[in-house]
Nanobody, 120 residues
Framework: QVQLVESGGGLVQPGGSLRLSCAAS????????MGWYRQAPGNQRELVAT???????NYANSMKGRCTISRDNAKNTAFLQMNNLKPEDTAVYYC??????????????WGQGTQVTVSA
């Protein structure tokens, strides 16, 4: 079955850095767009960054200049490098994989999430 397993979350001080990983199995990783989303308590899940199957990237305005999304197709893994973290970045971070079928239907999967806490 399809699994997306996030890792790399934790507690970090303001201004610190974290690198999240998302290991995928059960899918043809290279044809999926990958994304990172986050959800803070009481808030809706929001986009952090996405990377297409071709490597094109897109970032939320709140994270531009502070994070980099990347992928290693040989290792079926996506990454999110986050720098200069702020307390408002505290959230559960979720990995997402999505592709469009030939019929135009979106097929997507979510990981279980990893907690990122930014606090002094």
């Amino acid at each position: 079955q399809v699994q997306l397993v996030e890792s790399g979350g934790g507690l970090v001080q303001p201004g610190g850095s974290l690198r999240l990983s998302c290991a995928a199995s059960g899918i043809i990783f290279g044809i999926f767009a990958m994304g990172w989303y986050r959800q803070a308590p009481g808030n809706q899940r929001e986009l952090v960054a996405t990377i297409s199957s071709r490597g094109n990237t897109n970032y939320a305005n709140s994270m531009k200049g502070r994070c980099t999304i990347s992928r290693d197709n040989a290792k079926n893994t996506a990454f999110l490098q986050m720098n200069n973290l702020k307390p408002e970045d505290t959230a559960v971070y979720y990995c997402n994989a999505v592709r469009l079928t030939t019929e135009g239907t979106a097929v997507g999967y979510w990981g279980q999430g990893t907690q990122v806490t930014v606090s002094a």
